[in-house]
């Protein structure tokens, strides 16, 4: 049997954004597509009728996270875990499984097979300049906006066209909203947004979570590696973690260039301010210290001398499957657990756990994030195939958790199951899995009319106190089940 503790690891690491940091993400995604349909109107000629129509439930329920493009063709893949294409739009249009298979025969496509072998092997190179798996709420919104300009393409053109150059836009507006001089700069629009604004795109950090950093810092080496240039996390950490945020780490890894951080040897360079200087020798690196870019293999080095071992075994937390997860570990020889607010957003079995951007995040247009409705043009057969993003978790990961303080309320020495490639019987989704069949029921719960009679807000009123009421019977039990003695079983199983 699989198990897993974080007392077993000398030094535990952490991404920042959707790790430690909670967004708004329904404030952030609807931003976030409003300056880049913007970009792509005023700066490349699209059709604002195609682009810039307000966003409906329909279209918000139209993105999510973890979608495949195929830039040439203009299309939209969902793949189970095997690389077989499941599901494809034609910009916003849904085709069918005879589409599916003229374009793609046998439901398949060398881009994407190489990505299902190694998504490394498609980060750069070939593969790269045709496809891209949209992985966080950063990227989300261009499936929507990509969808949307291939369909503008179409109409012009009185139909399809041989080879779409959207994505080509798309992709210069996305940088000139998050390249890194933006922030500094106030250009961009989305850190405009975000700085002055804070409140509505960002959650305060839970104080469980602050006061748990601070107590793991005293028995364990603690380190932050982010992709966010330090001026940008200085200013998300300060407003939801705290001023003192940089004290809960013994080492801070800025603009980390993830997954390369994790393979590559590109130097780490001094911070005077927020601005680069001069490079930093492996050997110079100290703890305490705050850098940018860098290397994986150096700073593992450093966690060596601190804690006077040659190999000291290392745990890194985070969001992104490929940046945090199957890079460090597959790559790298970390141990990863993945924080997974769609777990929270689905639903886990026996756990009913309100996410306030669970309308968002969930889709009832592609479904579930952890699996896939195995598409044979029969209506009454619904059956499913994991996702290409449940696979890495199971694979790449000892844990997986909807959030921080899901752990940071345990003791350090708690035993998890933990995932196990030689017995399926067992898993590492804490507290309990995915109830991939809840979507449609979450759904409908969120989508109500919004006008509505004094007798139906009545009759809504009392269903919505009928249903926390049971989430607190749910939420009393687990807790009791969680303290108890580890000899009694869990109801996640």
């Known amino acids: 049997m699989s198990t897993f503790k974080l007392s077993d690891y000398d030094c535990i690491g952490f991404d920042l954004d959707h790790t430690l940091l909670w967004y708004n993400v329904t404030n952030m995604v609807e931003m976030e597509y409003q300056v880049l349909t913007k970009y792509l109107v005023t700066k490349k000629n699209y059709n604002p009728d195609f682009l810039q129509k307000p966003l409906t439930p329909k279209d918000i329920?139209?993105?999510?996270?973890?979608?495949?493009?195929?830039?040439?063709?203009?299309?939209?893949?969902?793949?189970?875990?095997?690389?077989?294409?499941?599901?494809?739009?034609?910009g916003s249009t849904s085709l069918s499984l005879a589409q599916i298979n003229s374009i793609y025969p046998n439901q398949r496509w060398e881009s994407l097979d190489a990505f299902i072998n190694n998504p490394l092997d498609v980060w750069e190179g070939p593969h790269s300049k045709k496809m891209r798996a949209l992985m966080d709420y950063y990227d989300m919104p261009a499936s929507l906006a990509f969808a949307r300009a291939v369909d503008d393409i179409d109409s012009r053109n009185g139909g399809e066209v041989e080879k779409y150059e959207a994505w080509n836009d798309v992709t210069e507006a996305l940088t000139n909203m998050y390249e890194r001089g933006q922030f500094k700069k106030n250009l961009g629009e989305y850190f405009v947004n975000l700085k002055s604004n804070p409140d509505k795109y960002l959650r305060k950090c839970s104080q469980e979570i602050v006061s748990w950093l601070k107590e793991l810092k005293k028995t364990r080496v603690t380190f932050l590696v982010t992709g966010s240039n330090l001026d940008f996390a200085d200013f998300t950490a300060t407003h939801t973690i705290g001023e003192d945020w940089r004290s809960l780490f013994d080492v801070i890894v800025c603009f980390a260039k993830k997954p390369g951080f994790f393979t590559g040897s590109r130097p780490f360079l001094a911070l005077e301010g927020y601005e680069e200087a001069q490079e930093v020798k492996g050997d110079e690196l100290i703890r305490g210290g705050i850098y940018s870019q860098g290397n994986w293999k150096e700073l593992k080095s450093l966690f060596g001398k601190i804690t006077g071992k040659s190999e000291p075994k290392c745990l890194y937390l985070g969001d992104n499957l490929i940046q945090d997860v199957f890079v460090p570990a597959g790559h790298a020889g970390l141990d990863t657990v993945v924080v997974s607010e769609e777990m929270h957003a689905e639903g886990m079995d026996h756990i009913t756990l309100p996410h306030p951007d669970a309308e968002t995040m969930l889709s009832n247009y592609w479904g579930s994030y952890f699996s896939v409705k195995i598409n044979n043009d029969n209506n009454g057969v619904k059956n499913f195939e994991k996702s290409y993003w449940s696979f890495l978790i199971e694979n790449y990961s000892k844990l997986c958790i909807p959030s921080i303080k899901l752990i940071a309320r345990n003791p350090l020495d708690k035993i998890y199951d933990s995932f196990d490639k030689n017995d399926l019987t067992r898993h590492g989704y804490y507290p309990a899995k995915p109830n991939v069949p809840a979507i449609s029921r979450q759904l409908s719960l969120l989508r109500e009319p919004k006008q509505q009679s004094l007798n139906e807000q009545r009759q809504r009123t009392f269903k919505m106190k009928k249903m926390l009421d049971k989430q607190a019977e749910d939420n009393e039990l687990r807790e009791q089940i969680q303290n108890r003695d580890l000899a009694v079983p869990s109801t996640s199983k």
């Open 61 to 90: 329920d139209f993105m999510q996270k973890g979608l495949v493009l195929d830039f040439d063709r203009g299309n939209i893949l969902k793949p189970d875990s095997k690389g077989v294409i499941q599901h494809v739009n034609h």
